[in-house]
Nanobody, 123 residues
Framework: QVQLVESGGGLVQAGGSLRLSCVASGRAFSTYFLGWFRQAPGKEREFVAGISWSGGSTLYADPVKGRLTISRDNAKSTVYLQMNSLKPEDTAVYYC????????????????WGQGTQVTVSS
């Protein structure tokens, strides 16, 4: 069992930055593929970014490439999402997720979900 708790969301102007954090508790955190999904009002959840247990492999959705960076610190059981050059279309609830499947991109591949943190980007 893994519990995930996100923080760092908020309101920011377009072009600004935010850093989301997700602290995990539970066993074998370091063996999971970790990621972030987001869900905007009226839309389905979409994959944003993922990172392997070692941090050596990362995966990004096309709309965020070059602007968002995922990283992890296994010693702190924490995964981060650095968000730069934010756009109004990045507005969504962001969820921290954990999967036993490497490079997973589908919601059904993720075993654990956090409660979500709201990110709002104003124009």
């Amino acid at each position: 069992q893994v519990q995930l708790v996100e923080s760092g969301g908020g309101l920011v102007q377009a072009g600004g930055s935010l850093r989301l954090s997700c602290v995990a508790s539970g066993r074998a955190f370091s063996t999971y593929f970790l990621g972030w999904f987001r869900q905007a009002p009226g839309k389905e959840r979409e994959f944003v970014a993922g990172i392997s247990w070692s941090g050596g492999s990362t995966l990004y959705a096309d709309p965020v490439k070059g602007r968002l960076t995922i990283s992890r610190d296994n010693a702190k059981s924490t995964v981060y999402l650095q968000m730069n050059s934010l756009k109004p279309e990045d507005t969504a609830v962001y969820y921290c997720v954990a999967s036993r499947s490497l490079m997973a991109q589908l919601p059904r591949q993720y075993d654990y979900w956090g409660q979500g943190t709201q990110v709002t980007v104003s124009s």
